[in-house]
């Protein structure tokens, strides 16, 4: 019955042995919190400028670790991508969702636990101003070197997605006469929800002119509904040129 017994307690510390030596490594001492800064200002020759990056943008963590995101100016998130298509939501991936924080005060933050050892990918989703595009993702565990480093990630999310649109080119607007009186013009205005095609020319159009209503995401990834007059003459003369959503400086820059 002694001989039975143990073999019984060597097989159980065996087992026991096989079961610690499966788990995924952790950090001695502990698990340990990574802090990474998103976005914020730098200073620049007129002033400051947001800060597009993650700071660090990669590092290595252990099984367990919390890696704590500490979101500055001025609205930006932490979203996981895969490798292959960097500026693009994972399916089921982690998501901080939109971090709004125009004053850069602290306190506004996200966590994550690692819980595996192979790389992980992410990226803001922001697209006012194409923040991926630009380079703005971070890594955790990648590898060094080889084509799954973190530079091969931000020069692909870049190569991918840095499309963002070219301004309007104004230079045939730079000599016109302001006492010019302009050709009648033929326009077309198709409404959104709810309306129809009105078509003629100008001034005459603007008396079938059409409001528009359209739904979009503002900057906060929040659903908007907006409506627009679409006719001639609808904005005073030169008015927005060169902007994008309206007169320069109603929508905040991102």
Do not use: R
């Not at 697209?127 to 020069?155: L, R």
């Not at 991918?160 to 045939?172: I, V, W």
């Amino acid at each position: 019955m002694k001989y039975i017994a143990t073999l019984a307690l060597a097989a159980g510390l065996a087992a026991a042995e096989m079961q610690v030596m499966s788990l995924a490594p952790a950090a001695p001492g502990g698990p340990a919190t990574h802090t990474i800064v998103v976005g914020g200002l730098k200073p620049v020759a007129t002033g400051m400028a947001p800060v597009l990056g993650y700071s660090p943008e990669a590092i290595n963590a252990a099984i367990g670790d919390v890696v704590k995101f500490e979101f500055k100016q001025k609205n930006h998130t932490a979203t996981e991508s895969t490798f292959a298509e960097p500026c693009k939501k994972k399916e089921g991936g982690l998501d901080s969702g939109f971090m709004p924080n125009p004053e850069g005060k602290a306190g506004v933050e996200w966590n994550m636990t690692v819980e595996t050892l192979e790389p992980l990918w992410f990226y803001c989703k922001q697209q006012n101003g194409v923040h991926c595009g630009k380079g703005m993702v971070f890594s955790i565990n990648a590898k060094p070197d080889g084509d799954k480093s973190m530079s091969a990630f931000k020069q692909l999310a870049i190569n991918k997605n840095g499309t963002e649109q070219a301004p309007l080119t104004t230079g045939a607007l730079q000599n016109v006469d302001p006492g010019a009186q302009a050709a009648p013009t033929t326009v077309t205005i198709e409404a959104g929800v709810g309306g129809g095609v009105a078509t003629g020319t100008a001034p005459g159009a603007l008396a079938t002119a059409t409001v528009v209503a359209g739904n979009g995401q503002n900057a906060q990834g929040q659903a908007c509904a907006c409506q627009c007059l679409c006719g001639m003459n609808s904005f005073p003369a030169q008015a927005a040129v060169n902007n994008f959503g309206g007169f320069a400086g109603m929508i905040p820059a991102a």
